[in-house]
């Protein structure tokens, strides 16, 4: 039956009654709608008093994606002279002199660490990567990404005080155009909580990501939850321009969509 029903009645329905934060209590959906009203309000009075955001990214042998996407759109964003990156890279070892080639197309700031210590984890080098970083903001975004022009705007607008950003990214497909459109991809609604803005402070506060979670997956959403837990606002608002280029993954949906792309059904 479910099944029937359209994808713009069935979301409203399941965020406000099966979204996992309302295990923690109906005070999430208050928080929630203050958070909708937050991000209603900045897109029409968008902040005029920016201050700088540090970019944070955790890679590893994942450089060719970040030379060719992630950069080039960082350097396009506005204010450049509010942006810092700042890149904990655990041993790469797919493109030497990474720096270098960053430094080539990036004139802002840089912090660039790379060691090969401990085994590369997502919640390791980010967290690694925030520690590095001197923002008051920061933007925590993997390396497989193009990011909004607009990006300083609204990590500005969407976190002041306990406000927490978790932008819904769209996936792309295999073998299809590197932009938005109905046909190239899909929003990652249900899950997909692993970018996020904050202010530094806070994020240092809860801790960070979980650093026992050493394999793909779940550090975001225990994040997630933890700001929840904390009795945060947490705004979500789907970013067209905020994309995810393919890449071999691990997670089976995605290893099935891949499956399906190369057989011409997507």
């Known amino acids: 039956m479910k099944n029937w029903v359209p994808q713009f009645i069935k979301f409203p329905l399941w965020w406000i009654f099966k979204s996992p934060q309302r295990k923690l209590g109906w005070f999430t ?24 955001i540090s970019v944070c990214v955790g890679i590893y042998n994942r450089s060719e994606q970040f030379l060719t996407y992630f950069i080039p759109s960082l350097v396009l964003c506005e204010h450049q002279e509010l942006i810092e990156l700042s890149i904990f890279d655990c041993g ?5 002199d990474l720096e270098r080639r960053i430094k080539e197309v990036f004139k802002g700031k840089l912090i660039f660490k790379s060691s090969s210590e401990k085994p590369f984890s997502r919640a390791y080098t980010f967290n ?28 500005n607008g969407f976190t002041s005080n ?25 929003w990652m ?24 979670f050493t ?5 975001d959403e225990a994040f997630w939850l933890k700001c929840h837990a904390a009795n945060s606002i947490i705004i979500r608002s789907r970013e067209k321009s905020l994309l995810h280029h ?4 691990l997670n089976p949906k995605y290893k099935k969509l891949e499956e399906l792309s190369d057989n011409g059904l997507l």
């Open 29 to 52: 959906l208050k928080n929630d709608i203050l958070g909708l009203g937050i991000y209603l309000k900045n897109m029409v009075f968008p902040p005029k008093n920016l201050v700088s």
């Open 92 to 96: 790469s070892t797919d493109i030497p």
């Open 128 to 155: 690694k990567s925030v520690q590095q970083a001197t923002g008051p903001i920061v933007f925590l975004c993997d390396a497989d990404f193009s990011l909004p022009m607009d990006l300083v705007q609204k990590c």
């Open 162 to 186: 306990n406000t927490f950003w978790f932008p819904i990214v769209f996936y792309l497909y295999k073998n299809k155009p590197n932009k938005y459109g109905s046909k190239n991809g899909e």
């Open 189 to 212: 609604i249900w899950g997909g909580k692993g970018l996020l803005a904050c202010s530094r402070f806070l994020y240092l506060k809860l801790g960070g990501l979980d650093e026992s």
């Open 215 to 219: 394999v793909w997956g779940g550090e």
């Open 246 to 249: 393919w890449h071999p993954s």
